[in-house]
Structures are given as C-alpha cells and as structure tokens.
T-cell receptor
C-alpha cells in the first residue's frame, strides 16, 4: 500500500529556534499534501493545503510567515515552524493525496511531536 | 462540508462485533462518507468509504442508511489493536481534503 514518511517523529527544541518537518510520499506522486496539527485529546485541525509548485493555502488563523510550507516536488512537502515558542508544541501530521485522477483516499504520515522548551 | 455527529466513546469486548454510528443529517447528494481511524501517537489511517451502497473491505463494513442521513461502521471481530479514535467524515469528493470532527474513542476489553 501507499506509504507517507514523516520525519522527524519527535523533536525537542529551544524557544526561538526553527524546526523543519519533512513529509514524503514514498511510492506515489502527490500533487496535493495537507498539514494538520493536533493538541492532546483533541481532533486534527487543518493548517494548510500544499500544492506542488505553487504557494500553500492556509486556513483562517494560521500564520503563513510562522508556518512555512514548501512543496517543491511531487513527493516532498516541508513544514518549517519558525521562531518556535512553547505554544507551538503540538503533534503535526501530514497527509498526501495521490495525483492519480481516481484517488479515493488520503494517506497520512505517522506524525511529528514537537516540544518547544 | 456537512457536519457529522458521533458518540464520544464506546466500549467493546475482544472478538465481538462493534457497530460505530455516525449521524450526518445535512449530507448533500455528492458527499462521500469516509471513515478513518487514529491509533495512539499515530497519524490517521483509511478504513473505508462509500457514497450510497454498503461497502465491505478487509478491515470493516460500512452500512449506509437509505436516506444517507446516518451510517454505521462495523468491525466484525474487534481485537485489542482496533482500539483507536474512529472518525466519520463527509467530503465533497473522495480523496479530497478532510475536516475531522471529534470522533469516537473505541476501547476494546480483553
């Protein structure tokens, strides 16, 4: 089955530093990828939609200068949390939609637990 | 996308069938019904989806009411590994962006 690899799985950083999270579709091409965040005991919240070769579309309330998304190839999207602060600590999850026209489901990465000290 | 309503939590005994309900009374004619589940500390994984007819796959069955205002995910024989949060989601197109609600936390007792 299709696999989405997300790296790193866990990161601890100091306040003020930037953290990059990678999301790769290993055996399929993904024109569109989605980034979610999830707080403990809560549901997933969509942050942005990432389209290969174009600017990401951010959900209301999500700062585009804070959460930089790059989707430079059909198999890789990255989320950079810039100048991270403790309130950015969360579980970040990516998902990928296969480029095939009959794609019927999304495939999710295993998530990145970010802890900002 | 239309909203779905699910119970917050359910309990099941191991090796017994589990029926997870979902209400979606404002579903539109083109909305697909998706089910994903999220195991602890993992990203969600696809379970099943359908439009009008009941669907079966190796993981589960999806029973869709005739008026499409509700659906039920059926796990035929729950195992401990099925303990997860199950999300029922409506999407205008299959494979499109998904908006997650609260889901149902399924607990499986040995």
């Amino acid at each position: 089955g299709a696999v989405v690899s997300q790296h790193p799985s866990r990161v601890i950083c100091k306040s003020g530093t930037s953290v990059k999270i990678e999301c790769r579709s290993l055996d399929f091409q993904a024109t569109t990828m989605f980034w979610y965040r999830q707080f403990p005991k809560k549901s997933l919240m969509l942050m942005a939609t990432s389209n290969e070769g174009s600017k990401a579309t951010y959900e209301q309330g999500v700062e585009k200068d804070k959460f930089l998304i790059n989707h430079a190839s059909l198999t890789l999207s990255t989320l950079t949390v810039t100048s991270a602060h403790p309130e950015d600590s969360s579980f970040y999850i990516c998902s990928a939609r296969p480029s095939a026209r009959n794609a019927e489901k999304l495939f999710f990465g295993s998530g990145t637990q970010l802890s900002v000290l | 996308d239309a909203k779905t309503t699910q119970p917050n939590s359910m309990e099941s005994n191991e090796e017994e069938p589990v029926h997870l309900p979902c209400n979606h009374s404002t579903i539109s004619g083109t909305d697909y019904i998706h089910w994903y589940r999220q195991l602890p500390s993992q990203g969600p994984e696809y379970v099943i989806h359908g439009l009008t007819s009941n669907v079966n796959n190796r993981m589960a069955s999806l029973a869709i009411a005739e008026d499409r205002k509700s659906s039920t995910l059926i796990l035929h024989r729950a195992t401990l590994r099925d303990a997860a949060v199950y999300y029922c989601i409506l999407s205008r197109n299959a494979g499109n962006m998904l908006t997650f609600g609260g889901g149902t936390r399924l607990m499986v007792k040995p």
